[in-house]
């Protein structure tokens, strides 16, 4: 079975850092590119980022709200997708999912919550 | 950015009675590979989202086969034939042909 786990959120001060971790079995992860899609409390989904493959690259795209600040990595040894944060403002908060494979018939994982508050 | 646009954004149905939720993206969805990248996700109360169908009409792994998609360039459309209780939630549609992705402001399904 594909699974996704995200890990690594929390409340966190502005300005501060957090590193989210993207877990995956079930599947030959390098095969695959992954993307970042946030949900603010009550709100609708946003797109955050996404890596291409080692065969494309492993090349990046971000959404121009976190372009500079957040940066998205793979490890392939270990299947596992990654989602540093930095500089993190209040509207940053949101459940954070983790995508296997955004254009076709991806997977998404449960979540971890990401809460910048002072 | 390609802005995409549900209608309606509230859909109360009766069950056993078929619904239907439209999306429309501001540009053409076909992408330079021929394929078009139109999602439509269900995200049921305190879940996730979850893949319905992608590429317009491929009903995703596990789906049930009242669920189905269709459409082409800027307009598209999902089908549910006969709503069940279990369908109730936010649907959203979602655009993965040209950065950056976007998503629909989202349809909720209820139940009269």
């Known amino acids: 079975d594909v699974q996704l786990v995200e890990s690594g959120g929390g409340l966190v001060q502005p300005g501060r850092s957090l590193r989210l971790s993207c877990t995956t079995s079930?599947?030959?992860?390098?095969?695959?590119?992954m993307s970042w899609v946030r949900q603010a409390p009550g709100k609708g989904l946003e797109w955050v980022s996404f890596?291409?493959?080692?065969?494309?690259?492993?090349?990046?795209e971000y959404a121009a709200s976190v372009k500079g600040r957040f940066t998205i990595s793979r490890d392939d040894s270990e299947s596992i997708a990654y989602l540093q944060m930095n500089s993190l403002k209040t509207e940053d908060t949101a459940m954070y999912y983790c995508?296997?494979?955004?254009?076709?018939?991806?997977?998404w994982g449960q979540g971890t919550l990401v809460t910048v508050s002072s | 950015d390609i802005v995409m646009t549900q209608t309606p954004l509230s859909s109360p149905v009766t069950l056993g009675q078929p619904a239907s939720i439209s999306c429309r993206s501001s540009?053409?969805?076909?992408?330079?590979?021929?394929?078009?990248?139109l999602s439509w996700l269900q995200q049921r109360p305190g879940q996730p989202p979850r893949v319905l169908i992608y590429?317009?009409?491929n009903r995703f792994s596990g789906v049930p086969d009242r669920f189905s998609g269709s459409g082409a360039g800027t307009d598209f459309t999902l089908r549910i034939s006969r709503v069940e209780a279990e369908d109730v939630g936010v649907y959203y549609c979602t655009q993965a042909t040209q950065f950056p992705y976007t998503f629909g402001q989202g349809t909720k399904l209820e139940i009269k």
């Open positions: 540009q053409s969805l076909v992408h330079r590979d021929g394929n078009t990248y």
């Open positions: 995508i296997r494979d955004p254009a076709g018939g991806s997977y």
């Open positions: 890596i291409r493959g080692k065969v494309y690259g492993e090349t990046t």
């Open positions: 079930g599947f030959t992860f390098g095969d695959y590119a």
């Open positions: 590429k317009i009409s």
